[in-house]
Nanobody
């Protein structure tokens, strides 16, 4: 079983930066997909960024492309989301996830963290 714990959320001003972390434990072997999703009140959980653990290829939602960067640290079994030039519309609970195959659909992931709140003020 895989456990995922997010950290790094908080309050940040528009235009500022924030880095989220997702530490994994348990049997992560075979879970090549790592991703970040977010959910704002009244909205569906949406894909933000993803990465292949094995090869490091990345992909992003259009809404965050050029502003957010996903990365991994194999030694720490941790995935990061560097959020730059944040906007009020980035306000949401951010979740990290793991799955067998990298993708952009939430149902492709079978392990989820509990989420961390990101609030962007203006």
């Amino acid at each position: 079983q895989v456990q995922l714990v997010e950290s790094g959320g908080g309050l940040v001003q528009a235009g500022g930066s924030l880095r989220l972390s997702c530490a994994a434990s348990g049997r992560t072997y075979g879970r090549d997909a790592r991703g970040w999703f977010r959910q704002a009140p009244g909205k569906e959980r949406e894909f933000v960024a993803g990465i292949s653990w094995s090869v490091g290829s990345t992909y992003y939602a259009d809404s965050v492309k050029g502003r957010f960067t996903i990365s991994r640290d194999n030694a720490k079994n941790t995935v990061y989301l560097q959020m730059n030039s944040v906007k009020p519309e980035d306000t949401a609970v951010y979740y990290c996830a793991a799955g067998i195959t990298p993708g952009t659909i939430r149902y492709q992931y079978d392990y989820w963290g509990q989420g961390t709140q990101v609030t962007v003020s203006s």
